[in-house]
């Protein structure tokens, strides 16, 4: 039967670029404190080659880069591979099995309403040409956290519709065959603006695939520049104009990075972020003030990330052996699983 009373974590990264303050707001800073907790029992963490060739099926060699510099940033930012399970989602064949048998338990019309399969198709212009495998991948997700009996998803805002259709998959599967597959819960940031960063150019979402992103790779120029050009308020043209700080990414960054340390360091005739929002709110605070400070506010996060990732990036040969290891106790693990399913599905003749 499946690893009961267990606290497991699965979570994960397309490699379809290297990863952003979006990611690590959303969930990499807080898996990382997860696995230092001491409360889990396995924490794996898959780079999900697979599912990124799902809409990049022309472009091989962009996703394999990909992976190295997804590593590189997992490691960045303290993922700690005697703690943790890095591996790759292609090198465990059993995820792909178990996708196939769940592929029974859903219909077309309920992928058809995943919220996040319908802004996905039409952000990537896939209207009138999806590809089967891509319209599909919220079950090769199920299929990813359920091989590993994760308790728990550590995700962004828009991973929920694929928690609740891997949820609906796992309940459908132990009801027909019997209790096999353990359900799974989304863990979401506490700080609810960094469930969904939006992108520099003010666009709902910062992701890889909008170029709307800073990177937690990026130089302190590029941060810079980045900053400095942030899409803010559109009305608030003069610095004695009043101005929204709700819908303005610059704000919103603040609010998911500033902390009162960062206003003592940085910008400390403000005590805090509630004085300098109100003082853009009433007028008479520019935004360039605003934005050299939440220059400085990024800068002081990413400098320790970026020089750990520079350590890495000159032991390459460590990394993928990291890889290698971690893919290889994943697919022990998925192994195990795969059995369980296909004895449920009555498919396991020669056991
Ligand atoms: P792609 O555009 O290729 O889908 P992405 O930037 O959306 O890339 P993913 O690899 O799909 O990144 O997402 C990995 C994890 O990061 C997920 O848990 C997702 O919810 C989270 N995430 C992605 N973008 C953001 C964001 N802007 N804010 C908060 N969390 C995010
Ligand atoms: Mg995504």
């Excluded at 077309?108 to 198709?121: F, G, S, Y």
């Amino acid at each position: 039967m499946h690893a009961k009373n267990k606290n497991i974590i699965l979570t994960g990264d397309r490699p379809t670029g290297k990863l952003h303050i979006g990611h690590f707001a959303g969930s990499l800073k807080r898996r990382v404190e997860l696995q230092n907790s001491g409360a889990f029992d396995e924490v794996y963490i898959m780079i999900a080659d697979a599912q990124a060739l799902t809409d990049n099926a022309d472009n091989p060699e962009k996703i394999r880069a990909n992976v190295t510099e997804v590593a590189l940033d997992y490691l960045a930012c303290g993922l700690d591979p005697s703690k943790s399970t890095p591996f790759i989602q292609s090198q465990i064949p059993e995820l792909t099995e178990l996708a196939f048998y769940y592929m029974n338990l859903v219909t077309v019309a309920r992928l058809q309403r995943n919220p996040t399969v319908k802004a996905e198709i039409l952000a990537r212009n896939f209207e009138a040409s999806i590809p089967v495998g891509f319209f599909t991948y919220p079950i090769s997700q199920t299929a990813d956290i359920t091989a590993f009996d994760a308790t728990v998803v550590p995700v962004g805002e828009d991973q929920l519709p694929m928690i609740e259709q891997a949820r609906e998959i796992v309940r459908s599967f132990n009801s027909i065959y019997g209790n096999t597959l353990v359900e799974p819960k989304e863990l979401l940031p506490e700080n609810s603006v960094c469930g969904r960063l939006p992108g520099t150019d003010g666009k709902a979402k910062m992701s890889k695939s909008l170029g709307n992103c800073i990177y937690l790779s990026d130089s302190p120029d590029e941060i810079k520049s980045k900053v400095m050009n942030m899409y803010t308020d559109p009305n608030h043209l003069r610095v004695e104009d009043k101005g929204d700080t709700k819908d303005n990414p610059v704000f919103i960054y603040l609010s998911a990075f500033a902390d009162d340390g960062h206003f003592a360091r940085y910008l400390p005739e403000y005590e805090n972020l509630a004085a300098l929002k109100a003082h853009y709110e009433r007028g008479g605070l520019g935004d360039v003030k605003v934005k050299k400070f939440l220059n400085n506010v990024m800068n002081e996060i990413l400098e320790p990330i970026r020089l750990r990732r520079i350590e890495w990036e000159k032991r390459l040969p460590e990394v993928y052996e990291i890889l290698k290891k971690g893919s290889l106790k994943a697919r022990e693990t998925a192994a195990g699983t795969a059995d369980r399913v296909k004895a449920a599905l009555k498919i396991n003749y020669f056991c």
